[in-house]
């Protein structure tokens, strides 16, 4: 290093570095002021931050805690700490060094970050009420932080406090990763009377969320206007019937079809004012109307009990290594008087060996082969995937399987949903415990079936 350079320009040179970039040789910078002056802590942490930008988390962990036991009283230092932590998901950890930032100087330029992750390690614990607290925090600190609004309005709707949660639920559009980054022309609804103007509902997000809230289009239809509504072509075909649609286009990049007005889906709920009482319940709003083949209904004739099981969901999905569940634990269902069939499709459904379940992955295209399926059935068994929508929507009995933390459509401390009077959820009691529940599931399917041969 040249020696007419100060520890501090140094130091700036390389940060300079970092910002742009070019991280390699802010490292070289970082590492050559260490062998001068190997108790810098500002060149410690700012190494460990560029292993942490790197994912050398290990090293990163290591150079930041060094910088910490030279300098304890650094908030940004114990800040970083905890980022590095939060990314290798030891929550716990991760939320103490966000408090102990918190504790040294409590409005630190990125201590908003600090709440917002207290916050999610809180949500994620069902502490609710006091991550409420902490989202508040974040959003007094900095009000155009939408992720911090969007999820404060996740975890009201899970404690079923639905007239503020819609409203903070509609930040999604807003958020660093939107969940629809498209642009749109015409105006967007209001709710008001639409006089025969033309109306695009929006698709969003995954299929149980367009299967969950379809019931809603009827409700739009009665508002006077020409309903036009986006939809996957998964769930096209399903969707031609439906009450109160005039027109289906299928989901793209660019539309090129002409509206007036347009809505997001899982934004009506808001415009209806839906709260737990009101929830539009006219079940079963779907129904099968596809003819199988004559070799997949044999399978059907048999006097045992009938049980649809599906044990992962899309594998694309941030939380799907949590909700799906290794295949073996479905095989405990596997008892006298009762016939296995797998609603599977995909790489998952290749996992299915044992010829005493009924692969059903070649039977299925789309969601209407799915429903003619699931109309044969007796009962069907699942994780939380699209297809516990589709048997709720259709009034088929459902037993969900939910894995902690849960889904906030799901809200807290009930067998049954609002959603679908068809329906048992089965809790994880604690996160990773599919044991407890595949026991629970087992035992209650054995009073089923003695009930059922009882009853002839």
């Given at each position: 290093?040249?020696?007419?350079?100060?520890?501090g320009?140094?130091?700036?040179?390389?940060?300079?570095?970092?910002?742009?970039?070019?991280?390699?040789?802010?490292?070289?910078?970082?590492?050559?002021?260490?062998?001068k002056?190997?108790?810098?802590?500002?060149?410690?942490?700012?190494?460990?931050?560029?292993?942490?930008?790197?994912?050398?988390?290990?090293?990163?962990?290591?150079?930041?805690?060094?910088?910490?036991?030279?300098?304890?009283?650094?908030?940004i230092?114990?800040?970083?700490?905890?980022m590095?932590y939060?990314?290798?998901?030891?929550?716990?950890?991760?939320?103490?060094?966000?408090?102990?930032a918190?504790?040294?100087r409590s409005d630190?330029?990125?201590?908003?970050?600090?709440?917002?992750?207290?916050?999610i390690?809180l949500r994620?614990?069902?502490?609710?009420?006091?991550?409420?607290?902490?989202y508040?925090?974040?959003?007094?600190l900095?009000?155009?932080?939408?992720?911090?609004?969007?999820?404060?309005?996740?975890?009201?709707?899970?404690?079923?406090?639905?007239?503020?949660?819609?409203?903070?639920y509609e930040?999604?559009f807003?958020?660093?990763s939107?969940?629809?980054?498209r642009?749109?022309?015409?105006?967007?609804?209001d709710?008001?009377?639409?006089?025969?103007?033309?109306?695009?509902i929006?698709s969003e997000?995954?299929?149980?969320?367009?299967?969950?809230?379809?019931?809603?289009?009827?409700?739009?239809?009665?508002?006077?206007?020409?309903?036009?509504?986006?939809?996957?072509?998964?769930?096209?075909?399903?969707f031609?019937?439906?009450?109160?649609?005039?027109?289906?286009?299928e989901?793209?990049d660019r539309?090129?079809?002409?509206?007036d007005?347009?809505?997001?889906?899982?934004?009506?709920?808001?415009?209806?004012?839906?709260?737990?009482?009101?929830?539009?319940n006219?079940?079963?709003?779907?129904?099968a109307?596809?003819?199988?083949?004559?070799?997949?209904m044999k399978?059907?004739?048999?006097?045992?009990?009938?049980?649809?099981?599906s044990?992962?969901?899309n594998?694309?999905?941030?939380?799907?290594?949590?909700?799906?569940?290794?295949?073996?634990?479905?095989e405990?269902?596997?008892?006298p008087?009762?016939?296995?069939?797998?609603?599977?499709?995909?790489?998952?459904?290749?996992?299915?060996?044992?010829?005493?379940?009924?692969?059903?992955?070649m039977?299925?295209?789309?969601?209407?082969?799915?429903?003619?399926?699931?109309d044969?059935?007796?009962?069907?068994?699942?994780?939380d995937?699209?297809?516990?929508?589709?048997?709720?929507?259709?009034?088929?009995?459902?037993w969900?399987l939910?894995?902690?933390?849960?889904?906030?459509?799901?809200?807290?401390?009930?067998?049954?949903?609002?959603?679908?009077?068809?329906?048992?959820?089965?809790?994880q009691?604690?996160?990773?415990?599919w044991?407890?529940?595949?026991?629970?599931?087992?035992?209650?399917?054995?009073?089923l079936?003695?009930?059922?041969?009882?009853?002839?």
């Amino acid at each position: 290093m040249n020696n007419e350079i100060t520890l501090g320009q140094a130091l700036d040179i390389a940060v300079e570095k970092q910002k742009k970039g070019r991280l390699q040789e802010a490292e070289d910078i970082y590492r050559n002021i260490l062998e001068k002056y190997p108790e810098s802590h500002n060149a410690l942490h700012l190494l460990g931050l560029i292993k942490y930008q790197k994912g050398c988390y290990g090293d990163a962990i290591e150079k930041i805690a060094k910088a910490i036991k030279i300098k304890p009283d650094v908030a940004i230092y114990h800040h970083n700490l905890g980022m590095v932590y939060d990314r290798l998901g030891n929550f716990k950890k991760s939320e103490e060094h966000f408090r102990k930032a918190l504790e040294i100087r409590s409005d630190y330029p990125s201590a908003y970050l600090a709440y917002y992750n207290i916050a999610i390690s809180l949500r994620d614990r069902g502490k609710f009420l006091e991550a409420i607290k902490y989202y508040d925090k974040t959003i007094e600190l900095n009000p155009d932080f939408y992720d911090a609004r969007w999820n404060r309005g996740l975890v009201l709707l899970f404690l079923g406090r639905f007239e503020q949660g819609w409203e903070e639920y509609e930040y999604r559009f807003k958020k660093e990763s939107p969940i629809d980054p498209r642009i749109f022309n015409g105006m967007k609804w209001d709710g008001s009377f639409l006089s025969g103007k033309r109306i695009l509902i929006v698709s969003e997000q995954g299929f149980g969320d367009n299967l969950q809230f379809l019931r809603y289009v009827p409700l739009v239809k009665e508002k006077g206007g020409y309903v036009i509504l986006e939809c996957k072509r998964e769930l096209k075909r399903l969707f031609e019937d439906f009450l109160g649609v005039d027109e289906f286009v299928e989901k793209k990049d660019r539309l090129d079809c002409r509206y007036d007005y347009y809505i997001h889906l899982m934004s009506l709920p808001r415009l209806f004012d839906t709260n737990l009482e009101n929830i539009p319940n006219k079940i079963p709003y779907l129904k099968a109307g596809f003819k199988l083949s004559e070799d997949l209904m044999k399978e059907f004739e048999t006097e045992d009990f009938k049980v649809g099981i599906s044990w992962a969901g899309n594998p694309n999905q941030a939380n799907d290594k949590e909700r799906s569940v290794d295949f073996n634990k479905f095989e405990t269902l596997k008892i006298p008087g009762v016939k296995l069939f797998s609603l599977q499709k995909g790489r998952a459904s290749e996992e299915l060996e044992d010829n005493e379940i009924v692969n059903l992955d070649m039977y299925i295209d789309d969601f209407a082969d799915t429903a003619s399926i699931i109309d044969k059935l007796d009962l069907i068994i699942s994780v939380d995937t699209s297809i516990v929508h589709l048997a709720g929507a259709m009034n088929k009995p459902v037993w969900v399987l939910l894995s902690h933390p849960f889904d906030w459509r799901w809200l807290l401390d009930r067998k049954d949903s609002p959603w679908y009077p068809s329906m048992t959820l089965f809790r994880q009691p604690k996160k990773g415990d599919w044991n407890s529940v595949f026991e629970s599931v087992k035992k209650e399917l054995e009073m089923l079936v003695k009930s059922k041969k009882r009853n002839g």
